[in-house]
Structure formats: C-alpha cells, structure tokens
C-alpha cells in the first residue's frame, strides 16, 4: 500500500469528532456540599515553597489545600500521592481524559491504575475567567511532564539541578530520608498549576506563554482521600520566556492548608478505590 492521498481523503479527515467519555457521567461531589465545605474553611497552616525548589505538605481527607501567588507571576509542578499507599499517585492522562487538556473548578485529579478514584476535587480557581485564548492556550494543564534534568542534557548538553523532576526529587528525598536513586521513580507527571500552555495550531506542537496569575491568584482544592503533595515552584517562572534556568525572575509559592467546620466533615465520606474486580476476565 503507497502513501498517497486516496480519493476519500477529505471525507475521511470530515469524520464526525466524538469526546471518548460522556463526561456528564464522571462522579462528582455535589455543588451543595461544595458550597457548604467552603463556607467555613480555617487556615490551620501556610508554607512557602521557594523559588527553584519544591516542598512536601501532607493533607488529611476532607481537609484541603490552596496554592497561592504571592509575589509575583509563577508556575508550580503538583505531584499527589496516597499518603498511605505510594504507589497510587496522580495520573494526569486519565485525567486529561475524564475532562481536558486544562482543568479548572469543578474537576478533579484522578488516580492511576488500579486505584482510579478522585484523589482531589478543585473547588475554586481565580484564573477561571481565563478559558481558552486564540492561541487554544489554557491555565492548569494537565498535558506538560515537568522539566527535568535528562532532557535538558538531551537537548543542552549541559547538567541543570533545579528542574522541576529534581526540585520534586530532593523533596520527597528529604521528607522520606531516603537516597535521591530510592525516591525517583516516584516522581510522575504533575499537575502545572497557573501554567498557560496548548499545542500550536499548525504544528500541534506543547507550547507555554506567559502565565495569567497575579500576587493574590489561587487555586484551591479538598482532599478526597489523604494526600501527601510535593509542590515545585519552576525554574522557568511565568514560563514566557524560558523554560529552565538560574536567570529567569522566579517567585515563591504559598501553600495554604485548610480544615472545613467540624459539621461539614460529618458528612464527608473518602473516595473508595475504583470497584473493577481487577480479574481481567479470568477466572480466580
């Protein structure tokens, strides 16, 4: 068979688009509740996670967490783990799938395989007036990797410590007191949290523009089961001019924690682990 156009070529390509999951269908707290778990949120405690480095914070189910603009205009890196359980952690393709390549209030970030359940809901985001712009670009996506090392020495050929796979490395090192080797491979694909990113519309290529947020800016979000999080504040800023280095203007990121009133939390149940038998149809 050659590689030429057939003769049904455009026909083909005007095939009708069909979004794989009926979204309507994805499970959801209810907007009462959600209203109701916000109206009587407490700090009970603030981080601050520095510029080029990343910080760990652990927050129980039914609590929930803010990440906040404080000083300037930056992008964070978001890993979520089961607090018990590391190996059931952030799974951004489902993710994506469930409901976009951006996510914003409303939606929430699932787990991997064979966990699949909401690990957390985001309640309020003050960057959602942004929507898509002319570019197809969004804020909060969930279709970037992180920056990290590897590539850099790919395509630089020079070693950089403070991307954001090494910034979340080193914290997760430090929290768990274990060699840097041990804790890796536990690092996975993040939440960019104020980033604006899309893919070009010609070359369909991942591109980042300069973030939206604001000193004031957060995007908030309850913990469906018991989180341990790791946050990175990027090396690359507002991500409109570059993506890793040490000359890029950086800011910090705060970290808000938050517990809703004791009335709200009697009537919050965790999420269960997804109900797939898990037999892939074969017998016992």
């Given amino acids: 068979m050659t590689n030429e156009q057939p003769a049904d070529a455009q026909s083909r390509r005007e095939a009708p688009a069909i979004v794989c999951y009926n979204v309507d269908s994805v499970p959801g707290r209810e907007d009462a509740f959600l209203n109701d778990w916000r109206s009587g949120l407490e700090v009970v405690e603030t981080l601050t996670v520095p510029p080029r480095e990343a910080s760990t914070f652990s927050v129980p189910a039914g609590h929930g967490f803010r990440i906040v603009s404080v000083e300037g205009s930056q992008v964070g890196d978001l890993n979520l783990w089961n607090a018990h359980d590391f190996s059931e952690r952030f799974f951004s ?10 996510v914003t209030r409303g939606d929430r970030l699932w787990s991997n395989l064979p966990g699949l359940r909401a690990m957390a ?29 590897y590539t850099h020495r790919l395509l630089n050929e020079v070693d950089y410590h403070h991307c954001c796979h090494s910034n979340l490395t080193r914290a997760m090192s430090e929290h768990l007191q274990r060699p840097p080797a041990e804790v890796e491979p536990l690092i996975h694909d993040v939440l ?12 369909h290529q991942y591109f980042m523009k300069a973030s939206p947020v604001r ?10 089961i018991d989180l341990l999080c790791a946050l990175s504040a990027c090396p690359g800023g507002n991500c409109g001019s570059s993506h890793s280095d040490d000359k890029t203007t950086c800011y910090p990121l705060q970290v808000d924690i938050v517990k809703p009133s004791d009335a709200v939390m009697e009537r919050f ?5 997804n109900a797939y038998s898990g037999c892939h149809g074969m017998a016992d």
């Fill in 93 to 102: 393709g489902k993710t994506r799938q469930l409901h976009a390549t951006h």
């Fill in 121 to 149: 809901t985001i309640t309020h985001d003050t960057l959602e007036w942004y929507g898509w712009d002319a570019d197809g670009g969004g804020v909060h996506d969930v279709i970037g990797t992180r920056c990290d090392p």
């Fill in 192 to 203: 960019n949290v104020f980033m604006c990113t899309g893919f070009t519309l010609d070359t």
């Fill in 215 to 224: 000193p004031g800016d957060y995007i908030e979000f309850l913990a469906d």
């Fill in 269 to 273: 149940t965790p999420e269960s682990l």
